[in-house]
C-alpha cells in the first residue's frame, strides 16, 4: 500500500519568503506526483503537477521530483497571504489510476 | 472548468442507519473518487472507479460500499452508519494517462452520525 508522508505538519512564513514543502512516497513505480491547495472550507485544486524526474516551473510555484529518492517538493517564492492554506501532495501509477494523498501541510503566511 | 456536483452537503444520521452520497460530474471523466477528510489524517481513499459499472477498494473501504451506475454518477453507501463515520467526504474526478492529468473536487459534504 502506498504511503505518503508530507513534513512540515506546519509552517509560518513571513510575507516575500520563499517557502518549501516536502513530500515522500514509498512506491517506486509511482509516475503521476501532483499539488493540491485547499483554502478553509473549500475542496482541494490542483496546482500543478509532474511526471518525470527533474524541476517544473509555473510562476512563483516550483516542483522538484527525485524518484530514485522517493521525494518531490514543492516551492513557492515570494509568499503570499493569499497563500495561507493546507496543501496536499497526491501520487500515483497511471496504469492503476490509483491516487494517494499525503497528510498534507497547513501554511501561514503573515503580512 | 470541471464541474462535480455533490448532494447533499451537509447530513446528519443515527447509528446503524443507512446513508447515500451522490456524486455527479459532467466532463465525461473516466476516474472518479471518493475520499474522506479528517484533521491529522490529509485526504483518504475509501472507494474509486475507472467507468460506469467498475469499483475499487481503496484504502480505508471497510463500512463503505460504491456504485457508479453510469459514467455521470458515483455513490458513496454507508449500509451500517457508525459514529467514526463522521467526516468530511469529497469526490473527485479526473482523467487518467494524460498528461495533465488533475483532479477535480466537488465542494464536500459534512457528515454527522450520532
Known amino acids: 500500500q502506498q504511503k505518503v508522508q508530507q513534513s512540515p505538519e506546519s509552517l509560518i512564513v513571513p510575507e516575500g519568503a520563499m517557502t518549501s514543502l516536502n513530500c515522500t512516497f514509498s512506491?517506486?513505480?509511482?509516475?503521476?506526483f501532483a499539488w493540491y491547495r485547499q483554502h478553509s472550507g473549500k475542496a482541494p485544486k490542483a496546482l500543478m503537477s509532474i511526471f518525470s524526474n527533474g524541476e517544473k516551473e509555473e510562476g512563483r510555484f516550483t516542483i522538484h521530483l527525485n524518484k530514485a529518492s522517493l521525494h518531490f517538493s514543492l516551492h513557492i517564492r515570494d509568499s503570499q497571504p493569499s497563500d495561507s492554506a493546507l496543501y496536499l501532495c497526491a501520487v500515483s501509477r497511471t496504469n492503476t489510476n490509483k491516487v494517494v494523498f499525503g497528510t498534507g501541510t497547513r501554511l501561514q503566511v503573515l503580512p | 472548468e470541471a464541474a462535480v456536483t455533490q448532494s447533499p452537503r451537509n447530513k446528519v444520521a443515527v447509528t446503524g442507519g443507512k446513508v447515500t452520497l451522490s456524486c455527479n460530474q459532467t466532463n465525461n471523466h473516466n476516474n472518479m473518487y471518493w475520499y474522506r477528510q479528517d484533521t491529522g489524517h490529509g485526504l483518504r481513499l475509501i472507494h474509486y472507479?475507472?467507468?460506469?459499472?467498475?469499483?475499487e477498494k481503496g484504502d480505508i473501504p471497510d463500512g463503505y460500499k460504491a456504485s457508479r451506475p453510469s459514467q455521470e454518477n458515483f455513490s458513496l453507501i454507508l449500509e451500517l452508519a457508525t459514529p467514526s463515520q463522521t467526516s468530511v467526504y469529497f469526490c473527485a474526478s479526473g482523467d487518467a494517462g494524460t498528461a495533465n492529468e488533475r483532479l477535480f473536487f466537488g465542494h464536500g459534504t459534512k457528515l454527522s452520525v450520532l
Open positions: 512506491d517506486s513505480a509511482s509516475q503521476y
Open positions: 472507479s475507472y467507468g460506469a459499472g467498475s469499483t
